[in-house]
């Protein structure tokens, strides 16, 4: 469904987005190496700062990618909520591939998440009434 409305915007920029983290998330898994290291990060923190400039990350915004919604739809494009229900219906562990791209997921999500609270506090610490010291 999720992946479906994002085709349904008819906004390459949403796919393209959603296209480059999925490949740096694949790539990331490949490596063996954690999102929150280069060049991930920093490569991941672009594509927050253009969804946000985007209009992506607004309450209510017709494109939905907040931290949740970019989740749901990976999750959804790599088939993981099928393979969660099928280890739980044959009692049995979830296969490694699909585990180590929840790991992915929740990584992903965390940071975004952060970045999401950070950026709309922003203007709260570096305004011009901060009252932090300089």
Request: glycine fraction near 2%; aromatic fraction near 8%; proline fraction near 3%.
């Amino acid at each position: 469904m999720i992946e479906s409305q994002l085709a349904a915007t008819k906004d390459p920029l949403v796919t393209t987005i959603v296209d480059r983290i999925d490949a740096l998330l694949l790539q990331a898994e490949t490596e063996t190496r954690p999102l929150e290291i280069e060049p991930f990060r920093s490569r991941l923190f672009e594509l927050f700062v253009l969804s946000d400039g985007a209009g992506y990350l607004q309450e209510h915004a017709d494109v939905d990618l907040t931290a949740d919604s970019l989740c749901r739809l990976l999750s959804q494009r790599w088939g993981l909520a099928e393979a969660t229900q099928q280890a739980t219906e044959s009692q049995t562990r979830i296969p490694q591939e699909q585990l180590s791209k929840m790991r992915l997921l929740w990584s992903l999500m965390r940071m975004w998440m952060e970045w999401t609270y950070a950026w709309k506090r922003w203007h709260e610490f570096h305004g011009e009434n901060s009252n932090l010291v300089s």
